[in-house]
C-alpha cells in the first residue's frame, strides 16, 4: 500500500491535467499493481541474477505499456511521463529515461554497484518492453502521388479498412492538376500498405511520416491522454 500512497500527489496531477478517463485508469492499474506485489510471490527458483533482472523488466514493461495503451498507467515514473506530455508535449520515451535515470543516482547512494547495475538492467528492460507494447499502437501519416489514385484509394478502403482523404494538388514544374491521398494508417499496417501501392503503380511517391496525437474514435487510436 506505500507504492499507492506515495502516487497520491500524481493522481491529483494527473486529475487536472491529463482528464478524468486516465485518473480513474491510473487508479485502477496503481490499486492492482500494489495488490499484486502484497499478495502474489512466485518463487521460479531462477539463481541467475541477470535472468531475474531481465525477467522482471519484461513483466513490468508489458504489464505497464498495456497500461498505457488503453489510457491509464501503473503510477510512478510512467504517470509522471504523460502529466508532462500532456502539459508541455514532451515525450514519454525521453521523460522516462531521465527519470528513471535520476532514480538510478539516488540509489547509487545507498545501494551497492552491483545492486544499481542489476536494478538498471530491470528498469532498461522494462522501459524498451514498455515502449515496444505502446509503440504497436503507433499512427503513421502517408501521402500518395499517384495517377492511378482511384485504384489505390479503392483498395485501401478495402484491404486495410482505412479512411482515404482526396487532396486537390498541383505539380510545381508541370503545373498540371494531381490527385493526393492521405491516410492514417498504424504501424503495423504500414508493410502492407506499401506492397498495396506498389502492386498497383511502382512509380507512386509516397511519404510517411509520425503522428503526435491521433484522435478518431474509429481507427482503433492511441492512447486518449
Known sequence: MIYFL????????????VGRRFFVYSILGTAALSVSLLF???????????????????????????CLKTSGSQGGTDMLSVVLLKRFSI????TLMVLNGLVLLLISVYYSIE???YTMIVVVSSKVINLVVVGLSQRKAVFIIS???????????????RGVTIIK??????R???????????????????????????DAFVVISDTQEVINYRIGNQPHW
Open 6 to 17: 506515495l502516487n497520491l500527489p500524481l493522481f491529483a496531477l494527473a486529475w487536472m491535467v
Open 40 to 66: 502474489f510471490h512466485f518463487d521460479l527458483h531462477i539463481e541467475d541474477r541477470m535472468l531475474n533482472a531481465l525477467l522482471a523488466g519484461v513483466i513490468l514493461g508489458v504489464g505497464a505499456g498495456l
Open 91 to 94: 515525450k514519454i520515451g525521453n
Open 115 to 117: 545492486a544499481v547495475l
Open 147 to 161: 495517377r492511378h489514385w482511384d485504384d489505390i484509394s479503392r483498395e485501401i478502403l478495402k484491404d486495410i479498412r
Open 169 to 174: 494538388g498541383e505539380g510545381g514544374y508541370s
Open 176 to 202: 498540371k492538376e494531381e490527385k493526393i491521398l492521405y491516410t492514417v494508417v498504424q504501424l503495423t499496417e504500414i508493410g502492407l500498405l506499401k506492397r498495396l501501392v506498389h502492386g498497383i503503380d511502382p
